[in-house]
């Protein structure tokens, strides 16, 4: 599968932003979704994730409250509404897709978008 995120930008703290991320290939619907975000300097951390069927989602403490993880399976795409961004959150935002049933570790995911600058200024 292929995956090509979308949506970031410069954004004023207190603004909002909505990530895309379009999957190419088959058996989208069975894929494990997740976003990730990696800030200058520091490690890959996960933000987010959402699993099919049954539509199990998480998130990081830094952004419960602030950030909404969705998908839609028909149009293979899945998304992240953010919130309230504080600059904090300025990092690249990637998503990435697994074949397994959960996980919120880098490594257990098996493909991976470009990834999308988010920046937010205070």
């Known amino acids: 599968v292929q995956l090509q995120a979308s949506g970031g930008g410069l954004v004023q703290a207190g603004g909002s932003l909505r990530l895309s991320c379009a999957a190419s290939?088959?058996?989208?619907?069975?894929?494990?979704m997740g976003w990730f975000r990696q800030a200058p300097g520091k490690e890959r951390e996960f933000v987010s994730g959402?699993?099919?069927?049954?539509?199990?989602?998480d998130y990081a403490d830094s952004v419960k409250g602030r950030f909404t993880i969705s998908r839609d399976n028909a149009k293979k795409t899945v998304y992240l509404q953010m919130n309230s961004l504080r600059p904090e959150d300025t990092a690249v935002y990637y998503c990435?897709?697994?074949?397994?049933?959960?996980?919120?570790?880098?490594?257990?995911?098996?493909?991976w978008g470009q990834g999308t600058q988010v920046t937010v200024s205070s």
């Open positions: 990435a897709a697994s074949t397994k049933g959960w996980g919120t570790s880098a490594h257990e995911y098996d493909y």
């Open positions: 290939g088959r058996y989208f619907g069975t894929y494990l």
């Open positions: 959402i699993s099919w069927p049954v539509g199990r989602t």
